[in-house]
């Protein structure tokens, strides 16, 4: 059976996702030594890893992709995702003929929060990819998956990035969210505490729900690019959904091969922002003693929207164990 894999982030965050500290075993030395080792953009690249989007160079079949995969998405959104997606959506007119130009995307973004889109060829390293961020600019995969991709895809790509993500970056408040993220991963990557900041990026960028008058509705770009993952997060009995707690969150790991067992549920985008603007440094410092909190479990006390039956990461923990049946 195809699974959608999660769309992480663009950066290494917890060891290229596997679930080990980034920094375990590590000295300083030795980071400076892996930082100093650091791969250099490829060729085609500019220093800062960004590539030409070269949008004439798009076949009809590419557009077409992009086409299918936002027809899919804008239909099943309505009633699910927050209404800043929505906003954001129309006012960039994503689906105006095909892929986006970037450079038509950006007049209307930089009007409106002074963020802008730049193509980059694929993974970018975590320093690089935290400087654009601090810089109001979106680093978005430049290819799109083949069409025989729709549902399942590894590396980020151009229809995850620009639908999944760049709605948000119409909202002054989310956008002030990544800007600071992108000063706070600097700062991560220097005291050695990536390992929990992404996964703050993990369970709100990506894996992101918000408790509106309505109800539940999703904002994470890992889910709303994605039409399993859509149906999953909203609809199904499996997952947890428990209330947003900075450290509690900081102390989850994640799941990127799979559907989430956890999904985080934020009161608004301000409480959001307002939480993480705080100083980070005493926060790291208590994280130090903690211990990770298991992937399912729900802590006393905490806010419960739903108590989930984890129904699904049973029955795939299953599935893998068991040879394949004829
Ligand atoms: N306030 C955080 C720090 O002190 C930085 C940050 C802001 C991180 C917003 C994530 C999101 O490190
Ligand atoms: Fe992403």
């Not at 991709?149 to 995850?160: A, G, R, V």
């Amino acid at each position: 059976m195809k699974r959608v894999l999660a769309l992480g982030p663009r950066f290494r965050g917890e060891n290229g996702g596997l679930e080990l500290p980034i920094d375990a075993g590590h000295s300083l030395s030795m980071s400076l030594a892996a930082e100093a080792a650091a791969p250099s953009p490829p060729p085609h690249a500019a220093a800062d890893w960004t590539i030409d989007q070269s949008w004439d160079a798009y076949t009809a079949a590419e557009h077409q992709t992009w086409t299918t995969l936002y027809e899919r998405q804008r239909q099943l959104l309505p009633g699910r995702v927050c209404d800043a997606f929505l906003r954001g959506l129309d006012v960039l007119d994503l689906h105006r003929g095909g892929i986006p130009d970037f450079a038509r995307i950006n007049e209307e973004l930089v009007r409106l929060t002074g963020w802008r889109v730049v193509a980059v060829p694929g993974l970018v390293p975590d320093a690089v990819f935290f400087d654009h961020l601090a810089n109001r600019r979106f680093p978005a995969g430049q290819f799109i998956r083949r069409p025989d991709q729709l549902d399942y895809l590894k590396e980020p790509d151009i229809f995850h990035d620009v639908f999944g993500h760049v709605p948000m970056l119409t909202d002054p408040v989310f956008g002030d969210y990544m800007a600071a993220y992108g000063r706070g991963g600097q700062r991560a990557l220097r005291v050695r505490h990536l390992h929990n900041l992404a996964r703050l990026y993990w369970y709100t960028v990506e894996f992101g729900l918000m408790e509106t008058a309505d109800g539940l509705r999703i904002y994470g770009a890992g889910i709303v690019s994605s039409k399993a993952e859509t149906l999953f997060a909203m609809d199904d009995p499996s997952p947890n959904r428990l209330g947003f707690d900075l450290e509690r969150v900081m102390r989850t790991p994640y799941r990127i091969d799979d559907f989430q067992q956890t999904y985080f549920v934020i009161p608004s985008l301000e409480v959001l922002l307002e939480a993480t603007l705080r100083d980070f440094g005493p926060i790291y410092d208590r994280l130090e003693g903690a211990k990770d909190i298991p992937i399912e479990a729900i802590t006393p006390s905490e806010r419960v929207f739903t108590r989930g039956s984890q129904a699904h990461a049973r029955s795939e923990k299953q599935r893998r164990a068991e040879p394949a049946a004829g």
